[in-house]
């Protein structure tokens, strides 16, 4: 019930949506009943059933009086007037004019509270979305396993859907229904106390039968979304490496791995739609067996002169009746989908409520500069269970350039992720300028550092918005000298559009050396203090791998740098390099001293140059 009470909370503010939807729907119902309760003394008097004595008094003007029997009244006295001085049949024609009207305001009203409803649906759903990408982007790195990526999409997207749903269902069901089903019972122990009794001691139990149908459905709900979501990311992985499924020939593993998801999904709905199908004809049933045993019950009454109900009232009441009935199929429908509809908010919730491993202190402070060093202490890093980095101590001093290198697998990369915080330390710690990480806003922490990996992270944009990634307000002469110092700038020109070429989804229409100098031009432009370059040419040929190079020195000019090298030729002018192997610093030192030592980095070097 929480979860509900807090997807409804998403609606807020309000305003005076509420209300308007209230009142909308009121009037609705109002009508809808208005139109209906005209058939009994309409019968009544058309028919020439109403009793001498009646009749009498209806003859005349009521006296002024503020309930149901008043208004009666005066409809009875215009009908009998419009009886004796227009004739039958124009009486008749009158009363069609004016059940007409008055089920043209219903719907109409109907129509403008259902708009309403589009609007709470329409804000809560939005909001939600906006909400849930905002955690999402929030959330640390480690978050964002593979196997995590399609499950967070399918919630983004086919959950919230789901919500959707269920919202407008249930919102209705709140307030709507309720309200219809009881005006209508006010209505309907207007006509007959004793028989209506009778229907509210049977209701009950279809209730009683529905919930039960509805109670497994929310497990079987999420298990359905959990498979969507492995879907979602199938066809993610699969979409992205086309190129490899076809050169590996791999379509068929790929449509088999994909095939027994999708079936596994159709089994679970298959499941699902038996019980949820369940619902509706086993109300409608229902309902038809209440109709019955009101008629049987009611018809005794009433053929046995037992009620106050004459044949014509009988006749409204059983038609009231069958209307009850659709409110209460409504609410026993939307039983199924609101359980579906909370399964999916749970998942929602859960990506919402989950709190970001790395987080600022409460007494954190931006950080504006980098003074003196980056310094690991006996840092210690573990995934999960077993130890990544084993108690490395390095210190990086401002204005040199620290190389890692070693066996691939050995933890470079993960000790580059501890400087920018993408992961804290399982022990020991991380020092900017003899602070630990933690003390620094994490936002200005990172704004002081500049990143390139392997594999250059594009977006289906621009070339211009590419480089001017996160700073907007870059001047065109500043991204354009940017792309100049990362030998970029000439590719760029010879492209028909230059700066406003659109690079396709992942920078899809580039070379790989030609993605990788717009991700060095866009940290040219960012022109951080500090540098991390994590294997940024080791994707590339030779010739391009040239170019990257030598945009890469043109970078790191004047900063702090950590270059983590496949190529050890690339970093032989390091300040000092650190050979790091199975998470251990296993030598360090200059390219020279290392070389004497006939240690590991000499054997790298040794391979490498064959
Ligand atoms: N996100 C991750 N979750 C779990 N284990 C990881 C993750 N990333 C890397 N590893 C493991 O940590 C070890 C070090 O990886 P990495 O730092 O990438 O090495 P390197 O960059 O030196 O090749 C490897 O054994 C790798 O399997
Ligand atoms: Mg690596």
Not at 248 to 254: G, L, M, N, P, Y
Request: glycine share 6%.
């Amino acid at each position: 019930m929480n979860t509900y009470f807090r997807l409804i909370s998403f609606a807020k503010p309000l305003g005076i949506r509420v209300p308007k939807y209230i009142l909308f729907t009121l009037l609705s119902i109002f009508f809808s009943l208005a139109t209906l309760t005209l058939i009994a003394p309409m019968l009544e008097v058309l028919l020439g059933q109403l009793e001498a004595s009646d009749l009498e008094i209806y003859s005349q003007k009521p006296a002024v009086d503020f309930n149901l029997e008043y208004v009666k009244h005066w409809f009875y006295f215009y009908l009998i007037r419009w009886k004796t001085e227009l004739g039958s049949f124009t009486a008749l024609m009158y009363v069609c004019g004016i059940i007409l009207i008055s089920s043209l305001f219903s719907n109409l009203f109907k129509y403008l509270s259902n708009v309403e409803l589009a609007y709470i649906r329409t804000n809560s759903v939005t909001k939600l979305r906006k909400t849930i990408f905002d955690k999402v982007s929030s959330l640390h790195i480690g978050y964002f396993t593979n196997e995590r990526k399609g499950d967070i999409m399918s919630r983004i997207t086919n959950d919230v859907q789901q919500v959707e749903g269920s919202i407008v269902n249930s919102l209705t069901v709140i307030f709507r229904e309720p309200a219809t089903i009881i005006v209508y019972f006010i209505m309907l122990f207007a006509f007959s106390v004793e028989l209506t009794l009778f229907t509210i001691l049977v209701l009950p139990i279809s209730g009683w039968m529905i919930s039960g149908i509805a109670k497994r459905l929310k497990r079987k709900a999420t298990e359905s979304q959990e498979s969507l979501g492995r879907i979602v990311n199938i066809l993610d992985e699969t979409l992205g490496g086309m190129r490899v499924v076809k050169a590996f020939t791999a379509r068929t593993f790929v449509a088999g791995r994909f095939g027994q998801e999708v079936d596994h999904y159709g089994d679970v709905n298959i499941h699902m739609a038996k019980r949820n199908e369940l619902a509706s004809p086993l109300s409608e049933f229902l309902g038809v067996f209440f109709v019955v045993g009101i008629l049987l019950y009611g018809g005794y009454l009433v053929l046995n002169g037992q009620s106050e109900l004459d044949g014509p009232d009988f006749i409204t009441y059983i038609a009231i009746f069958t209307q009850v009935l659709q409110p209460a199929k409504a609410i026993s429908k939307s039983f199924t989908s609101i359980q579906r509809g909370l399964a999916s908010g749970e998942r929602i919730f859960a990506v919402i409520d989950t709190h970001s491993a790395i987080t600022n202190s409460p007494n954190a402070v931006p950080v504006k500069e980098f003074k003196e060093a980056i310094e690991l202490k006996a840092v210690s890093f573990a995934y999960e269970e077993e130890k990544v980095l084993k108690n490395i101590s390095l210190r990086i001093e401002k204005g040199k350039t620290v190389a890692l290198v070693g066996p691939s697998g050995g933890g470079k990369s993960t000790l580059a992720d501890l400087i920018p915080r993408f992961y804290d330390p399982t022990q020991g710690e991380v020092l900017l300028d003899g602070k630990p990480l933690p003390a620094y806003e994490v936002e200005s922490l990172r704004s002081l550092m500049g990143i390139v990996t392997q594999e250059s992270i594009l977006f289906n944009d621009t070339i211009f918005n590419n480089i001017a990634f996160g700073l907007p307000e870059a001047s065109e002469e500043a991204v354009i000298r940017a792309a100049r110092i990362a030998n970029a700038h000439d590719f760029i020109m010879d492209m028909e559009q230059g700066y406003q070429t659109l690079i396709g989804e992942r920078g899809g229409r580039l070379s790989g050396g030609q993605r990788q100098r717009l991700s060095i031009a866009r940290a040219v432009l960012k022109n951080p203090p500090i540098l991390i370059l994590d294997e940024a040419t080791s994707a590339l040929d030779s010739e391009s791998e040239y170019l990257v190079q030598e945009a890469l020195t043109n970078l790191m000019k004047n900063r702090t740098s950590i270059v983590i090298a496949h190529r050890l030729s690339t970093i032989q002018h390091a300040d000092e390099i650190v050979v790091v192997e199975k998470g251990r610093i296993v030598e360090r030192g200059s390219h020279s001293s290392l070389l004497e030592r006939e240690g590991l980095y000499k054997k790298l070097t040794l391979m490498q140059s064959v």
